[in-house]
């Protein structure tokens, strides 16, 4: 499955990708041709309702995982169902410290229906995700702002922006890469550094308010649908969408039309304009 997708992208197809927590979901993206189903540990702030990404458990993420898993299998009406492959965030604190807790984990994301796991950080990760490719688990490395380390960034900030910083990025996609990666993720980089390191690294990118240079896109579900408002202990007017949550329902009226229409906007390179980047 995953095979398959990076066979089609090597003729220069753009991989649209969306976050996905449950099987009616599943179903949906599966059907409308969504390439790559993120179970991503933003179901912290957009399931649970906490202000970040810190608190999703193992547990978490194999039920969710599951859920994706059991919409988006093939059946009668959609044999093509499994041509969408389920990658699964690994969440905070089950594979930074150790390589073999992490490859139990990372397995067990395999075990839940996941066909690719991703991982936060680039540098001292490098060797965590060469362990898990050389014991079979396949990994996209997520670069740029890591939502897990929000505290240690300060906040939600754009990363790569001084020539030091985009050096090591280019540097960590290369050793990633290297490392046997399948695909890298940027969130929230300058466009032009995203394009210059997807120019120079072998396997496919996927961005995130890192321009449309990369391979693919990403978005969160319910900024594609507009409907995230911050936290649960917030006030909506208190929240402020970041500049790549794009709107897609308000200009299509239903929720299937929305998804098939992030998917051919990225096919096409429509998606994202210049407002949605840095
Ligand atoms: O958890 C998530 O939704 C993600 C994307 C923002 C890339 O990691
Ligand atoms: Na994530």
């Known amino acids: 499955m995953l095979e398959a997708l990076l066979k089609r992208t090597q003729t220069g197809e753009k991989i649209a990708m969306l976050t996905c ?4 979901f599943a179903k949906l993206m599966a059907l409308a041709g969504v390439d790559v189903l993120l179970v991503g540990d933003s179901l912290g702030m957009v399931i649970q309702g906490d202000g970040n990404t810190l608190h999703v458990s193992m547990q978490d993420m194999v039920y969710h ?23 699964s965030d690994m969440p905070a604190g089950s594979y930074e410290h150790d390589k073999a807790l992490a490859l139990a984990n990372a397995q067990a994301l395999i075990e839940a229906g996941a066909h690719i796991v991703k991982i936060e950080g680039g540098g001292n990760m490098v060797d965590t995700a060469a362990y898990l490719i050389m014991h079979g688990v396949p990994v996209c490395a997520h670069l740029g702002f890591t939502p897990q380390s929000v505290e240690k960034l300060g906040g939600y900030k754009i990363q790569g922006k001084t020539a030091e910083s985009a050096h ?51 978005l969160v579900l319910q900024d594609l649908l507009g409907i995230y408002t911050g936290p649960a202990d917030k006030a909506p007017e208190d929240y ?26 990225v096919k096409a390179g429509c998606f994202p304009e210049e407002q949605h980047s840095y």
């Open 240 to 265: 402020k969408a970041p500049r790549f949550a794009q709107n897609f329902l308000h200009q299509t009226g239903s929720v299937q039309q929305a998804i098939a229409t992030y998917v051919s906007a």
């Open 21 to 24: 927590y449950d099987a009616t």
């Open 65 to 87: 995982t599951r859920c994706v898993s059991n919409g988006a299998r093939p059946r009668a009406d959609n044999p093509s169902g499994t041509n969408s492959v389920i990658m």
């Open 168 to 218: 090591t990025m280019l540097a960590d996609a290369q050793a990633m890469a290297h490392a046997g990666v399948s695909m890298v993720l940027f969130e929230m980089v300058p466009a032009a550094l995203a394009a210059h390191i997807t120019q120079q690294i072998a396997v496919p990118t996927i961005g995130i308010g890192a321009g449309a240079g990369c391979s693919g896109q990403v």
